[in-house]
């Protein structure tokens, strides 16, 4: 019978609770612990189990540039990160709020490992993430249109609650790759979170959009219910080159500024 009760359970796909059904059946006084206690352990590793694997499916779906976690974060090194904003961000209410996160500052400052640190810990709260290079991003839209499936592309991406753009408006915008941008923003203002890694101040966004009348729209959409955070400081990966001293956009002095 207790074989046949295991063969069900992994039919059933419950095959953590299997396991660990035919575990206990080898304790020598399992028989002394109540069945309901004995039970509740079934059912923890089992939904322990299934949490693990949604987990593993959001962040392979995430597709994240690099392995990070917010538990790694360098604080110690100066590049100009508030230990406030970086708690408060972990704690994942920004998501719940809708709100984006704008990371800005010199190559190799650790903004992409920062953003994906960031995705990862959205993940393991339970919210979809997406990560993209901006331009691979408008690339896969322009074949989606070709394609008549740009639709759908959009779809997903507004139903994603974590989208990070990385390697924000490298280059400047066609016409088509404007309109495509303005979409996803436009559809994600109010109703998702969008983190943006950039060496681009904001100020020189409105050149690399090249419209000013998209500029407008889509810097309302992103810069004015964001926290910022500007990073500045050496480089933290080797062999490049760290800009000289007195760059920056004029953000305020602790680099970060939580708005709406």
Not at 221 to 228: D, E, F, I, T, W
Request: glycine share 8%; aromatic share 4%.
């Amino acid at each position: 019978m207790l074989q046949q009760t295991i063969e069900k359970l992994h039919a059933l796909r419950l095959g953590a609770m299997a396991d660990a059904l035919a575990a206990q059946m080898t304790q020598p006084d399992i028989e002394a612990v109540p069945f309901e206690e004995r039970l509740a352990l079934l059912v923890d590793l089992q939904h322990s189990a299934v949490l693990s694997t949604q987990l593993k499916q959001r962040l392979k779906r995430a597709g994240m540039r690099q392995t990070a976690c917010m538990e790694n974060l360098d604080l110690r090194t100066p590049r100009n990160l508030d230990r406030g904003t970086v708690h408060t961000l972990a704690t994942g209410q920004w998501i719940r709020r809708n709100l984006n996160v704008l990371l800005l500052g010199p190559a190799g400052i650790g903004k992409s490992w920062l953003s994906c640190a960031l995705g990862n810990q959205a993940a393991r709260d339970g919210f979809s993430v997406v990560y993209k290079r901006l331009s691979r991003l408008l690339d896969e839209l322009a074949v989606a249109r070709l394609h008549g499936r740009q639709a759908r592309a959009l779809t997903a991406l507004a139903r994603t609650r974590v989208l990070i753009l990385d390697d924000w408006l490298m280059q400047k915008l066609t016409a088509e790759q404007r309109r495509d941008l303005m979409e996803v923003i436009d559809d994600r203002h109010g109703r998702a979170s969008t983190i943006i890694a950039t060496q681009l101040p904001v100020e020189c966004w409105h050149d690399m959009i090249g419209d000013p009348t998209y500029a407008d729209a889509i810097l309302d959409r992103l810069v004015h219910n964001a926290y910022r955070l500007d990073l500045k400081g050496k480089t933290m990966r080797p062999g490049i080159i760290p800009p000289t001293e007195g760059g920056g956009d004029g953000a305020r002095a602790d680099g970060v500024a939580a708005v709406a």
